[in-house]
């Protein structure tokens, strides 16, 4: 069964620090990784879908990277702002029979960006 | 837009009352998904639907059942509440296949007394 680790599991940065987050996983075995934003008491927000064809995806100040074969994937916040205070998750995406298609989560990283 | 919603966002029931949450997706998505997230234990997978009146167990099915009629909407049966029951529920949906991303409802913070 896949498990999947976030380190570290809480961030505190003043503004304006870039963000890295870390996940890893133990079955490299997967489709596809996405991450996702929660805020408080809110559902998950689509930040970025990385295929395991890839090494890197980027949208805006946020980029990705995917490395299969040793089981980790690396968020990148650029410039941090107190608008990207949440808890961030990683989904890998299975890839086998037994595991096609499903997600399995990390506990995620709470983040605080202080002005 | 895709969206995603729940029928509610905060619901409580008492212990042994028959619980139903809907999902309803307006992208024409053929997956959908059912979680509970719990402080320390994460997201984990109730149930999950690859096509109407198709359904699935994920890892945590015990005290739950699912229902899905149309495509549209995937909806989660407690079929006798328990305390331990007491959770936020996410919903989900995705186009078929395992390249798409998946996009989350706004939950439901059920509790059970």
């Known amino acids: 069964k896949q498990e999947v680790t976030q380190i570290p599991a809480a961030l505190s940065v003043p503004e304006g620090e870039n963000l890295v987050l870390n996940c890893s996983f133990t079955d490299s075995a997967i489709y596809n990784l996405q991450w996702f934003r929660q805020d408080p008491g809110k559902g998950l927000t689509s930040l970025l879908l990385i295929q395991s064809s890839q090494r890197e995806q980027t949208s805006g100040r946020l980029n990705a990277s995917l490395d299969k074969s040793s089981g980790r994937s690396t968020l990148y916040i650029a410039a941090s702002q107190p608008g990207d205070s949440a808890t961030y998750l990683c989904g890998p995406r299975g890839g086998t029979t037994d595991s096609w298609g499903k997600l399995q989560f990390g506990a995620g990283t709470q983040v605080v960006v202080t002005p | 837009d895709v969206k995603v919603t729940q029928s509610s966002r905060y619901l409580v029931k008492r212990t042994g009352e028959k619980v139903f949450l809907e999902c309803v997706q307006d992208?024409?998505?053929?997956?959908m998904f059912w979680y509970r997230q719990d402080p320390g234990l994460g997201l984990r997978l109730i149930y999950f639907?690859?096509?109407?009146?198709?359904?699935e167990k994920g890892d945590i099915p015990e005290g739950y059942s699912v229902s899905r009629e149309k495509k549209e909407r995937f909806s989660l049966i407690l079929e006798s509440a328990s305390t331990n029951q007491t959770s936020m529920y996410l919903c989900?949906?995705?186009?078929?296949?395992?390249?798409?991303?998946?996009?989350f409802g706004p939950g439901t913070r059920l509790t059970v007394t």
């Open positions: 639907s690859y096509d109407v009146k198709m359904k």
């Open positions: 992208m024409d998505h053929e997956n």
């Open positions: 989900a949906s995705s186009p078929v296949g395992g390249a798409y991303e998946q996009y």
